[in-house]
């Protein structure tokens, strides 16, 4: 009997040692990966390179397509349930789109940024561009208020989420706003680059 105790005890102490850590995507349609199927988002390509590396995390993918910097506030409390090592702030880009004032989005990420700090949680804050259209005064000052985030908070930085994909036809769906699945193979690179040696 002891010995089967003894047994069950390492067998608990080494599921744990290699339980997996969470890593959270707050995230809009670009995290959710509208047009495609999950599998095909950055977040799973992500944990596909994890795996790939023999790296032991768990990315969920807490992408909802539409979804601001308010709304997201709104459901982080319920993804830090499941108590994730790191979360990655892929938001804004909606806010953007939509002529919200910046100083309210920058309100909402900042009030992530705290609440995930306030439980210890590395904060991984990507940059967001918008195209020039939305006048360069507006277009300059939405990209410098993530910058202003991160020097603030002193959060780490992926400079920009769509590097190498924004623009590029043959990367993005038919609306030109969206990757298709190969932009999100290089938006997964772009981020595990970024993270690798800071988890």
């Known amino acids: 009997m002891l010995k089967i105790l003894s047994l069950l005890i390492i067998l608990n102490c080494y599921s744990l040692a290699w339980a997996q850590e969470k890593i959270l995507v707050l995230g809009d349609s670009l995290t959710e990966g509208y ?37 997201g506030l709104s459901r982080l409390n319920w993804f830090l349930k499941g108590n994730p090592k790191a979360v990655i702030i ?7 789109l939509r002529g919200i ?16 700090k306030s ?11 918008l195209p020039p259209n939305y006048g360069k005064e507006y277009t ?28 590029k036809k043959e990367l993005n769906l038919e609306d030109g706003i969206h990757p298709n699945k190969k932009g999100h193979k290089i938006m997964a690179k772009t981020v595990y680059e970024e993270i690798k040696d800071l988890l």
Do not use: R
């Not at 892929?90 to 953007?96: E, F, I, P, Q, V």
């Not at 004032?101 to 995930?116: C, G, V």
């Not at 439980?119 to 561009?129: P, S």
């Open 35 to 71: 047009g495609l199927d999950k599998e095909s988002a950055y977040p799973a390509q992500l944990q596909k390179i994890f795996d790939t590396h023999k790296m032991n995390y768990q990315v969920v993918n807490g992408g909802v397509s539409g979804s601001t910097t308010a709304s």
């Open 90 to 96: 892929a938001l804004g880009a909606n806010d953007g």
């Open 101 to 116: 004032k910046l100083k309210e989005s920058k309100a909402n990420l900042e009030k992530i940024i705290l609440k995930a």
């Open 119 to 129: 439980k210890n949680i590395k904060v991984f804050l990507a940059g967001m561009q």
């Open 140 to 167: 300059s000052e939405f990209q410098k208020m993530f910058e202003e985030l991160k020097k603030k908070h002193n959060v780490f930085y992926i400079p920009f989420l769509l590097k190498g994909v924004a623009g």
